[in-house]
């Protein structure tokens, strides 16, 4: 299986924003638009771009649809999630273009259910985001834009999903995530070593084309960047050639 870098686009306002540790009280806003970023990731050989709804992903729905629309024409393959909490919301996507649909929240809170949508449309147009956070040992699972607390665990849901036929986990280190200090190469080997079946997207943290390396060697398929590029501490074609 090949080894996948992704741009990442994430949305508030219609706008390119990053967040801090997914504290809304703590983004950065960027001059460029959605539309010119995808169009120089496009450029630079990306084949993929990740995007999150950000206003979706706390309200609980699809509130940059349009926008995601519109970066579906731009030339790669989109996965998008983001207050997908029916399959209303799935099928919107799915008809906007996208061809991945990143599942969060309701992965966590109803999993039955995503199951059902895994077996329906197909495995490989859905990305189970388990997004996770390191609390008395155990990898909790906050949702609704790592806004509550949940009581199921990483090591209870990852195998479950592995057992239910999905192919993509993205998992992102919460308390890494627009840090800029590197991927938690721990959890991406535990990772590699209790769910080898599933496609694992690293995400959070990665500040130089090392964290790329050190993620594919500890496991992981694909990285999804986002704060690093937004920055310019290195350009896509060269992350891209890692």
Known sequence: MSFEVIPAIDLRGGQVVRLRQGDYA???????????LAAKYAHAGARWLHVVDL?????????NLTVIQALAKAGMQVQAGGGVRAEEDVRRL???????VVVGSIAIREPERVAEWLNKHGAERFTI?????????????????????????????????AAHGARHLLCTDIERDGMLAGFNLELYRHLAQTVPQLAV????????LDDIR???????RGVILGRALLEGRF???DALAC
């Not at 206003?55 to 509130?63: K, Q, T």
């Not at 985001?129 to 609390?135: K, N, P, S, Y």
């Not at 997207?201 to 130089?208: E, H, I």
């Not at 050190?214 to 992981?220: F, I, N, S, T, V």
């Open 201 to 208: 997207q690293a995400s959070g943290g990665v500040r130089c």
């Open 55 to 63: 206003d979706g992903a706390r309200a609980g729905d699809l509130a």
């Open 94 to 100: 799915f008809d906007g273009g996208v061809s991945r």
């Open 235 to 237: 350009t896509l074609e």
């Open 214 to 220: 050190a993620a594919r060697a500890a496991g992981a």
């Open 129 to 161: 985001a388990l997004d996770t956070r390191r609390r008395d040992d155990t990898w909790t699972l906050p949702s609704a834009g790592w806004t509550a607390d949940e009581t199921r665990t990483l090591d209870e849901l990852a195998p479950w999903y």
């Open 26 to 36: 703590q983004e950065t806003q960027y001059a460029s638009t959605p539309g010119e």
